[in-house]
């Protein structure tokens, strides 16, 4: 559910009236949620759909677990039942991370970024899933069937893009089991959700757990690729060194490619685009397999 920032301003001064004097800046970049900035301190976020409550709930006991065991900076995130349900947390210094920022990076920078987050999400996979299910983790968002993927994304599809858009649901639809198995992710790792210092050129900080949980490994390797495809490269082959595992290329190049076309097809008009979304999907079609 979408609402304006007067909306979330009165939402959040319910719970905080101590906050009446602060100044309040909406933040339109999240997919899931709205996020609201408090005097460059202070976020505040609103689920856009109906499962966003829950998954901030849980998303706050998880951090509490995760913390501890990230080199990168995470939110301690704090939840308020509502209604309306938000979760709030001590906003991460920097900023997100855009394709035109990365673009403007030097080489030393961007392999640094790459290695700094193939680091974050060696980490997650390695932890006990034993006190992250206790902590409420669970599977990650169930995709629909790439069928049905396609059928709601080709109206907004130009002709000259159905046939590829049919062949990765097609692809995707018969695909084996991850070879790589199950492991706990962010599954969520874009610009967006990062804060990043762009006078030092590194990444502090992680954020926006609502999508993370255990899933398929090669599909944690999906969103870097909304800042730069070159980064999901450099990610990945950094992975592979620090872990041992072997990432198959052509299978997160079909399930991104699926995840666009999802993606397309559920969002409202205003997020094509404000985020670009058949741009995107066009830019990832020389990419496939």
Same mark, same amino acid.
């Given at each position: 559910?979408?609402?304006?920032?007067?909306?979330?301003?009165?939402? %959040? @001064?319910?719970?905080?009236?101590?906050?009446?004097?602060? $100044?309040? =800046?909406?933040?339109?970049?999240?997919?899931?949620?709205?996020?609201?900035?408090?005097?460059? $301190?202070?976020?505040?976020?609103?689920?856009?759909? /109906?499962?966003?409550?829950?998954?901030?709930?849980?998303?706050?006991?998880?951090?509490?677990? +995760?913390?501890?065991?990230?080199?990168?900076?995470?939110?301690?995130?704090?939840?308020?039942?509502? *209604?309306?349900?938000?979760?709030?947390?001590?906003?991460?210094?920097?900023?997100?991370?855009?394709?035109?920022?990365?673009?403007?990076?030097?080489?030393?920078?961007?392999? !640094?970024?790459?290695?700094? @987050?193939?680091?974050?999400?060696?980490?997650?996979?390695?932890?006990?899933?034993?006190?992250?299910?206790?902590?409420?983790?669970?599977?990650?968002? *169930?995709?629909?069937?790439?069928?049905? %993927?396609?059928?709601?994304?080709?109206?907004?599809?130009? *002709?000259? @893009? !159905?046939?590829?858009?049919?062949? +990765?649901?097609?692809?995707?639809?018969?695909? &084996?089991?991850?070879?790589?198995? +199950?492991?706990?992710?962010?599954?969520?790792?874009?610009?967006?959700?990062?804060?990043?210092?762009?006078? &030092?050129? !590194?990444?502090?900080?992680?954020? /926006?757990?609502?999508?993370?949980?255990?899933?398929?490994?090669? $599909?944690?390797?999906? &969103?870097?690729?909304? +800042?730069?495809?070159?980064? =999901?490269? $450099?990610?990945?082959?950094?992975?592979? &060194?620090?872990?041992?595992?072997? @990432? /198959?290329?052509?299978?997160?190049?079909?399930?991104?490619?699926?995840? !666009?076309?999802?993606?397309?097809?559920?969002?409202?008009?205003?997020?094509?685009?404000?985020?670009?979304?058949?741009?995107?999907?066009?830019?990832?079609?020389?990419?496939?397999?």
């Amino acid at each position: 559910m979408e609402a304006g920032l007067d909306a979330l301003r009165a939402a %959040i @001064l319910a719970a905080f009236p101590d906050l009446a004097g602060a $100044r309040f =800046t909406l933040l339109a970049d999240g997919w899931e949620s709205q996020a609201v900035d408090v005097d460059d $301190r202070l976020i505040f976020r609103f689920p856009r759909f /109906d499962r966003g409550a829950g998954e901030l709930a849980r998303e706050a006991r998880l951090l509490a677990a +995760i913390g501890p065991s990230v080199k990168l900076a995470v939110p301690r995130t704090h939840f308020h039942p509502g *209604p309306p349900c938000f979760a709030w947390h001590v906003k991460l210094p920097g900023g997100t991370l855009l394709p035109t920022h990365y673009a403007a990076l030097p080489e030393a920078a961007r392999q !640094r970024l790459a290695e700094d @987050l193939a680091g974050f999400q060696a980490a997650l996979h390695g932890l006990d899933h034993a006190p992250l299910r206790q902590a409420g983790a669970g599977p990650v968002w *169930p995709w629909p069937a790439p069928e049905a %993927i396609l059928h709601q994304a080709l109206p907004r599809l130009p *002709p000259g @893009l !159905r046939a590829a858009a049919t062949r +990765i649901a097609t692809d995707c639809a018969a695909m &084996a089991p991850d070879p790589a198995g +199950i492991v706990f992710g962010h599954f969520d790792t874009h610009g967006w959700n990062l804060a990043f210092d762009h006078a &030092a050129g !590194r990444v502090h900080g992680v954020f /926006d757990f609502g999508s993370s949980g255990f899933g398929p490994l090669h $599909r944690d390797f999906l &969103a870097p690729s909304f +800042i730069a495809p070159e980064l =999901t490269d $450099r990610m990945m082959a950094h992975y592979e &060194a620090l872990t041992g595992r072997r @990432l /198959d290329r052509d299978r997160v190049a079909l399930l991104t490619g699926l995840q !666009r076309l999802m993606e397309l097809g559920e969002a409202t008009e205003a997020q094509v685009a404000r985020f670009d979304l058949l741009p995107n999907l066009q830019g990832w079609m020389h990419r496939l397999p």
